[in-house]
């Protein structure tokens, strides 16, 4: 039996990147806002200390400030035909625990989805008529268009300081930006990073090529920075211990080095941590949630009453939570009717690495970070004519050394010795003189791939767990080969004696990492047959419950997740601080 707490205003699931926005922003509209939060609190000088920060082992092989597979998992199977079997190690994602959630060991490249991403079925439609889009390919529209996303894709880039340079300040073309991008109102409000010898050749080459070559935009900053709240974080010093690992520098931009120093001192807000929220209550009628259950440490569940429920946890989580609350209609992959589940995509991580020659070329890749380096953007979503090419999609090319860790980064040339000394001189050699471009690309919904409740396995609570029924539909692969081919040629250009091309091909495995951007599940969109949420997260079916996260992506472009993510949680948080509050229930669109 739960033991039932005093009421609050606002219930909120999970303290990440879109937990804290919106606990930040309801808080400053007077309402009583508590955060519940699955793992332990974390914070820059006490647990990304300096001192041990940089501590691979801990962070990157053992995966510290990463969900633990003991806490939850998920059952993973490539098609509905086959068994799903449980992830007993996290490896082709890696989900955050604790305060600041993924946003901790994130890497920070923070893009702006283009004007095309928006109504993207539309687009395709437009521009090669409706037979383009293969019949199981179930893109769609968002129900929102970039112009409206734009103040707050302005808001998070603010607020994470993020380091840039504008293609399209209000229509007029800027040198030296992402040519692609749609109008932005203002600038990046800090300067681009400084770049390394790797992505200044590979910018030259590519340039040289026809290319227009900018800055990665980064939440690691170029200069200190003070943010619209107060909160000062740090110039980036390119430690190279930065995806997978806390910053100890205060440089990256996560929840705890950008809103939590002044959510965590307002009166009105309180946070929980080691609190699992096991599902959203909903009164008789199923179409007014109550609040939530949740369970800590002892074992022991609470009933937290809340007028307002908000479910910021992990995508896969707050699918998983829609599910087991009974929160609309679950999707049937035999029948495709329901939505909850439907359209789960991933993100096609596409990479070519180069082996220079030694004597020649130094990159020094340990001198880095998450998001520093120069991109490309002429590969990407429909940037190039897909008339001829039989699929559609592509991604953002960077070349981004992240930093190169003793332990994990020591990739050497296809033929050479796999051990013993032959293999010590391969590293030794191309340790410093190898340098890898990335694709990161598009995603886009499969009728045949999608999420819902395992129907063998549970937790440890013995709830279902969450199950992935995904693998990479006939076009994605296509897409991959042809923009790993064309990233290729730059990395020959630039001089690579050898190159490993490795697009993304069947079956999809969750073995290997890689990416954390997996989306969808509760799509949004204006269409209450195809999407869970509304324009303004708001779920069709339980009014006073809203969801901000990757799983209201329709599908995934070919750009990573988070600048959209933060946008949307200020969306969603602007919709409910001046329409909800002032009348509770269904949000029409304006
Ligand atoms: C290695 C890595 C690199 C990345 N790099 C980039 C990048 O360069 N650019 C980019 O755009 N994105 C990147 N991402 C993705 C980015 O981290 C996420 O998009 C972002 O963290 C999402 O924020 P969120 O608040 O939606 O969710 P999360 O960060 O997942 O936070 C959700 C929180 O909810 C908590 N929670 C979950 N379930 C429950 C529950 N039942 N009860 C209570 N609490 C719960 C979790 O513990 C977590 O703290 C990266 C991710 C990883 C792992």
Known sequence: MARKLPRKDVVIIGLGWTGSIIANELCDEGLDVVALERGPWRDTATDF???????????????????????????????????????????????????????????????????????????????????????????????????????????FEYLAGVSGKAGNLNGQMQDGGNPFEGARKREYPN??????????LFAETAA???????????????????????????????????????????????????????????????????????????????KKATGVTYVDTSGDEFEQPADLVILC???????????????????????????????????????????????????????????????????????????????????????????AEPISKRPTPPGSPTWGSGWKKAMRDSYLSNLSVGCEASSYANRGNFLD??????????RPLMRITFDFPENDVKMSAYVTTKVAEIVRAMGAQTIVENPRTRPWSVVPYQSTHVVGGTAMGADPSTSVVNPYLQSWDVPNVFTVGANVFPQNSGFNPTGTVGALAYRAADAIRSRYLKSPGPLVQA
């Open 191 to 200: 300067p681009p990073m400084m770049q390394t010898f790797g992505p200044t």
């Open 208 to 286: 040289k090529m026809g290319y227009k070559p900018f800055p990665i935009p980064s939440s690691l900053l170029s200069r200190t920075y003070t943010n619209p709240l107060g909160v000062t974080m740090g110039q980036c010093t390119f430690c190279g211990f930065c995806t997978n690992y806390g910053c100890a520098n205060y440089s990256k931009a996560s929840a705890q080095t950008t809103v939590l120093p002044i959510l965590m001192r307002k009166p009105n807000f309180e946070l929980r941590t080691l609190c699992e929220v096991l599902k959203v209550n909903l009164d008789s009628t199923g």
């Open 49 to 155: 200390n300096i001192g041990y920060a940089p501590d691979e082992l801990r962070y990157n092989s053992r995966q510290e400030l990463m969900l633990r597979p003991a806490q939850t998992t998920v059952t993973a199977r490539n098609n509905a035909d086959q068994t799903a079997l449980p992830m007993r190690q996290y490896g082709s994602f890696h989900p955050g625990n604790g305060v600041g959630g993924a946003g901790v060991h994130w890497a920070g490249i923070t893009w702006r989805f283009s004007p095309a991403d928006f109504r993207l079925r539309s687009h395709y439609t437009e521009r090669y008529g409706a037979q383009s889009i293969p019949e199981d390919m179930t893109i769609q529209d968002w129900g929102l268009t970039y112009e409206e996303m734009e103040p707050y894709y302005d808001r």
């Open 313 to 403: 946890a992990f995508m896969l989580d707050n699918v998983r939570l829609m599910l087991l609350s009974g929160i609309g209609t679950p999707y049937d992959v035999r029948s495709g009717k329901g939505t909850v589940g439907r359209n789960f995509c991933y993100q096609m991580a596409n990479q070519v690495v180069g082996f220079f020659d030694p004597a020649k070329y130094n990159f020094n890749s340990f001198i880095g970070g998450g998001a520093t380096g120069m991109a490309i953007d002429e590969l990407n979503n429909d940037n190039f004519d897909h008339g001829p090419l039989g699929f559609l999609g592509g991604g953002s090319t960077r070349c981004a050394p992240i930093g």
């Open 453 to 462: 409740l395992d129907p063998t396995y549970t937790d440890r609570l013995g």
